[in-house]
Protein backbone atom coordinates (compact mmCIF):
# COMPACT_ATOMS: atom_id res chain seq x y z
CA UNK A 1 0.00 0.00 0.00
CA UNK A 2 2.99 2.31 0.15
CA UNK A 3 2.33 4.81 -2.80
CA UNK A 4 5.15 6.95 -4.29
CA UNK A 5 4.20 10.01 -6.87
CA UNK A 6 6.29 11.94 -8.48
CA UNK A 7 5.69 15.76 -9.68
CA UNK A 8 7.12 18.56 -11.38
CA UNK A 9 8.85 17.41 -14.65
CA UNK A 10 8.54 19.22 -17.89
CA UNK A 11 10.26 20.98 -20.52
CA UNK A 12 13.17 23.36 -19.48
CA UNK A 13 16.08 24.86 -21.51
CA UNK A 14 19.24 24.65 -21.21
CA UNK A 15 20.40 26.13 -17.74
CA UNK A 16 17.13 26.29 -16.45
CA UNK A 17 16.08 24.27 -13.25
CA UNK A 18 13.18 22.33 -12.24
CA UNK A 19 12.03 21.27 -8.67
CA UNK A 20 10.98 17.61 -8.36
CA UNK A 21 8.66 16.43 -5.77
CA UNK A 22 7.99 12.40 -4.41
CA UNK A 23 5.26 12.54 -2.35
CA UNK A 24 5.02 9.27 -0.21
CA UNK A 25 1.81 8.09 1.56
CA UNK A 26 3.36 6.52 4.57
CA UNK A 27 3.06 8.13 8.19
CA UNK A 28 6.64 8.91 8.12
CA UNK A 29 10.54 8.72 6.21
CA UNK A 30 12.15 8.09 9.57
CA UNK A 31 12.93 4.51 8.56
CA UNK A 32 13.00 4.42 5.01
CA UNK A 33 15.88 5.73 2.25
CA UNK A 34 15.02 7.52 -0.45
CA UNK A 35 16.42 7.56 -3.52
CA UNK A 36 16.03 9.51 -6.97
CA UNK A 37 17.35 7.41 -9.88
CA UNK A 38 16.51 8.89 -14.02
CA UNK A 39 16.49 6.57 -16.99
CA UNK A 40 17.43 7.65 -20.76
CA UNK A 41 15.83 5.83 -23.50
CA UNK A 42 18.29 3.07 -24.22
CA UNK A 43 20.25 3.57 -21.18
CA UNK A 44 20.50 1.41 -17.95
CA UNK A 45 18.64 3.45 -15.09
CA UNK A 46 21.10 5.46 -12.67
CA UNK A 47 21.19 6.56 -9.34
CA UNK A 48 21.02 10.28 -8.97
CA UNK A 49 20.37 11.40 -5.37
CA UNK A 50 19.84 9.58 -2.03
CA UNK A 51 19.46 9.49 1.81
CA UNK A 52 19.17 6.76 4.12
CA UNK A 53 17.12 5.55 6.70
CA UNK A 54 19.49 6.67 9.52
CA UNK A 55 18.99 10.28 8.24
CA UNK A 56 22.62 10.38 7.82
CA UNK A 57 24.40 13.02 4.76
CA UNK A 58 22.84 12.90 1.77
CA UNK A 59 24.60 11.21 -1.39
CA UNK A 60 25.04 12.70 -5.26
CA UNK A 61 25.79 11.05 -8.31
CA UNK A 62 28.89 12.79 -9.61
CA UNK A 63 27.29 13.79 -12.85
CA UNK A 64 24.92 16.08 -10.97
CA UNK A 65 27.23 17.07 -7.86
CA UNK A 66 26.79 20.90 -7.39
CA UNK A 67 23.64 21.35 -9.50
CA UNK A 68 21.48 19.44 -7.89
CA UNK A 69 20.29 19.36 -3.97
CA UNK A 70 17.64 16.78 -2.22
CA UNK A 71 15.59 17.54 0.56
CA UNK A 72 13.26 16.23 2.34
CA UNK A 73 9.84 17.99 4.53
CA UNK A 74 9.18 15.10 7.25
CA UNK A 75 5.55 16.75 7.62
CA UNK A 76 5.11 16.60 4.28
CA UNK A 77 6.55 13.47 4.07
CA UNK A 78 7.67 14.69 0.69
CA UNK A 79 11.46 14.74 -0.90
CA UNK A 80 12.41 16.86 -3.15
CA UNK A 81 15.01 17.04 -5.91
CA UNK A 82 15.99 20.84 -6.93
CA UNK A 83 18.07 20.66 -10.30
CA UNK A 84 19.74 23.83 -11.45
CA UNK A 85 21.94 24.36 -14.51
CA UNK A 86 20.35 21.80 -16.27
CA UNK A 87 21.90 20.17 -19.50
CA UNK A 88 20.00 18.02 -22.53
CA UNK A 89 22.27 14.74 -20.97
CA UNK A 90 20.02 15.19 -17.80
CA UNK A 91 16.63 14.18 -20.15
CA UNK A 92 14.96 11.47 -18.99
CA UNK A 93 12.45 10.15 -16.78
CA UNK A 94 13.25 10.65 -13.31
CA UNK A 95 11.69 7.97 -10.61
CA UNK A 96 11.40 8.20 -6.67
CA UNK A 97 12.32 4.95 -4.87
CA UNK A 98 12.00 3.86 -1.14
CA UNK A 99 13.30 0.97 0.75
CA UNK A 100 12.43 0.65 4.76
CA UNK A 101 15.46 0.14 6.98
CA UNK A 102 18.42 0.71 4.36
CA UNK A 103 20.64 2.85 6.66
CA UNK A 104 22.72 4.13 4.28
CA UNK A 105 21.49 4.58 0.70
CA UNK A 106 22.93 2.89 -2.74
CA UNK A 107 22.38 3.51 -5.83
CA UNK A 108 21.12 -0.05 -6.75
CA UNK A 109 17.45 0.00 -7.89
CA UNK A 110 17.21 -3.52 -7.20
CA UNK A 111 17.68 -2.70 -3.20
CA UNK A 112 14.76 -0.70 -3.43
CA UNK A 113 11.17 -2.08 -2.78
CA UNK A 114 8.51 0.80 -3.90
CA UNK A 115 8.79 2.82 -6.99
CA UNK A 116 6.99 5.91 -8.45
CA UNK A 117 5.54 5.87 -11.74
CA UNK A 118 8.29 8.54 -13.02
CA UNK A 119 8.37 12.01 -14.27
CA UNK A 120 9.60 13.32 -17.49
CA UNK A 121 12.72 15.89 -17.93
CA UNK A 122 12.90 17.13 -21.16
CA UNK A 123 16.13 19.43 -21.29
CA UNK A 124 16.26 21.02 -24.73
CA UNK A 125 16.54 24.25 -26.81
Known amino acids: QWQLVESGGGLVQPGGSLRLSCAASASTLDYYAIGWFRQAPGKEREGVSCFGSSGGSFTYADSVKGRFTITKDNDKRTVYLQMNSLKPEDSGIYFC??????????????????WGQGTQVTVSS
Open 97 to 114: AARGQLRRCVFSPEQYNY
